[in-house]
């Protein structure tokens, strides 16, 4: 039995719960072609993870973490899994990268967007959601580039998913600011959650606006009702997407056959290689 640590939480909605195990079974047995002691089955909370006696420390020994068994065992801290020691494989999002977790972990590769409005590739967008009729739908702009509705947008109430999500407040704030705006446009900003949520906060009139990443949204349009009561009425610019990582102390072979692994499913739609 592996004591690696595996997790595809990032899109695993209830609802896609027997997909994102399929993608992982896919990608196991890939990693065990490689001679990678990949474990059986990911992780989805806390009371999961292998216990770390004294906290996880960084390579400088100070402390970024603790225990996991000190948390509550049926919730899951998506930082507390991406620092975990055995840490084999996981997705992230770029805020956070941004924001210190990159010298943590190490970048394996990339995901494909191909699938979605708003994706190519690597990259991905961020459909701009009101409630339906209160602006003009739009698609995705061809060149990915921002399309942002300022004057639709003025004094309107934002809600976004989380602080560190490039999806959900980073990229918008930077195209703003790319555009001579900032977040100072909204009359009021409130954070919801997660992409879901930010969702039925604005079908429920609780928030007027928000940033879902394309691949939430197309889940979304699946399987979240509120979902038809909002409307597309703009996009932020096309972006790298969330990244996969392993742990900064996987070795430099299991990384390379890692990455290798990923190589072998570039014709599956969901992977690509890094770069």
Known sequence: MSDLVAALPMYDWPEVRDEVDAQWAGL??????????????????????PQVPGGIHDAEGRLIAPDPVTLPPNELDYHQLWLHPALLFAQTCWGPMELGLSRQ??????????????????????????RTGEGPQVRSPAAGKALLPLDLMRGKRFTFNSLDSM????????????????????????????????????????ADIAAIDCESWALAQRFESAARKVAV???????????????????EKTVRALREALAGLAEQPRIQRIG
Do not use: C
């Open 28 to 49: 196991r047995e890939a990693f065990r072609q490689k001679g990678i002691d990949a474990p059986q089955a990911i992780v989805r909370r806390n009371g999961d993870l």
């Open 233 to 251: 009425v703009g996009w932020t610019a096309r972006r790298k997407g969330l990244p996969y990582i392993t742990a900064m102390t996987t070795p």
């Open 105 to 130: 972990v190490q970048v394996i590769g990339q995901p494909s967007y191909d699938a979605y409005e708003g994706g190519q590739g690597e990259l991905y967008s961020s459909a701009l959601v009101m």
């Open 167 to 206: 999806s959900g407040v980073i990229g918008l704030t930077r195209d703003l600011q790319a555009a001579g705006e900032s977040l100072d446009i909204f009359s009021s900003r409130s954070e919801s959650g997660g992409h879901r949520g930010s969702i039925v906060a604005v079908a429920e009139g609780k």
